[in-house]
């Protein structure tokens, strides 16, 4: 049996924006990461405020887990406003996703069989 992992979702200090991750390790410490400035492009950019969740999930799923609530919040919020999972591009000028990287859902070219 592999050892659980932790899935959560931080809300950022940019509004209605939010990041969606896993770790494998101490949450603590990962979320100290975040919270610091040096967790991931994403929160280095919109900043941290606030933990809205986070849960043990099995290692096995925890992919898909992490995808199917990144498209939980991105049905809520707009795909442009949540980073995580599958979807953790950033670009250098801003926000924009490229179309490969967006779900056909939102428009984009990118065929997602999860969430």
Same mark, same amino acid.
């Given at each position: 049996? =592999?050892?659980?992992?932790? $899935?959560? +979702? +931080?809300?950022?200090? =940019?509004?209605?924006? *939010? @990041?969606?991750?896993?770790?494998?390790?101490?949450?603590?410490? #990962? $979320?100290?990461?975040?919270?610091?400035? &040096?967790?991931?492009? !994403?929160?280095?950019?919109?900043?941290?405020?606030?933990?809205?969740?986070? *849960?043990?999930? /099995? $290692?096995?799923?925890? =992919?898909?887990?992490?995808?199917?609530?990144?498209?939980? @919040?991105? #049905? +809520?919020?707009?795909?442009? #406003?949540?980073?995580?999972?599958?979807?953790? *591009?950033?670009?250098?000028? %801003?926000?924009?996703? /490229?179309? !490969?990287?967006?779900?056909?859902? *939102? %428009?984009?070219?990118? +065929?997602?069989? &999860? %969430?």
């Amino acid at each position: 049996m =592999s050892p659980p992992c932790t $899935l959560y +979702i +931080i809300k950022c200090v =940019s509004p209605r924006t *939010f @990041y969606v991750g896993t770790t494998y390790r101490h949450k603590k410490k #990962r $979320l100290d990461e975040h919270f610091e400035g &040096w967790g991931c492009k !994403w929160t280095q950019r919109h900043g941290c405020r606030s933990v809205v969740a986070a *849960f043990t999930v /099995p $290692l096995e799923t925890s =992919s898909q887990m992490e995808n199917e609530v990144w498209m939980h @919040y991105a #049905r +809520i919020y707009g795909h442009e #406003r949540v980073r995580g999972g599958d979807v953790t *591009f950033v670009g250098r000028q %801003g926000d924009s996703l /490229p179309d !490969w990287v967006v779900p056909q859902e *939102f %428009g984009g070219t990118r +065929i997602v069989h &999860w %969430g």
